[in-house]
Nanobody
């Protein structure tokens, strides 16, 4: 099975940057979709960004050009570069994946409730004002 391990979370001040990483293993080839999701305390999980093996990417509206999702195929690592961070970006960030192609805009809009089969355990991001 596919295994995902996130890293790179931490505490930064508003306006700062962080880069999250998601190391993937167990992938044996074929099409795929991967994405980042987040859940703040007391709130439902929401989608942040996703990409698929065709090169298509999608972002939640609240990203507003501040985040970039990228995949290093050679190292099987998914990244989320986050800049201009705000206190409301505070959350646990999760990496997720599915083998095959799904509508990644739909997956992001549903917060990953559908379409993703594999999940990491998350990495905590805390943004102070």
């Amino acid at each position: 099975p596919v295994q995902l391990v996130e890293s790179g979370g931490g505490s930064v001040q508003a306006g700062g940057s962080l880069r999250l990483s998601c190391a993937a293993s167990g992938y044996s080839g074929g099409t795929y979709c991967m994405g980042w999701f987040r859940q703040a305390p007391g709130k439902e999980r929401e989608g942040v960004a996703a990409l698929d093996s065709t090169g298509t990417t999608t972002y939640a509206d609240f990203v507003e050009g501040r985040f970039t999702i990228d995949l290093d195929n050679a190292n099987s690592t998914l990244y989320l570069q986050m800049t201009s961070l705000k206190p409301e970006d505070t959350a646990t960030y999760y990496c997720a994946a599915v083998l095959g192609l799904v509508d990644i805009a739909w997956v992001v809009s549903t917060g990953g409730a559908y379409g993703m089969d594999y999940w990491g355990k998350g990495t905590l991001v805390n943004i102070s004002s």
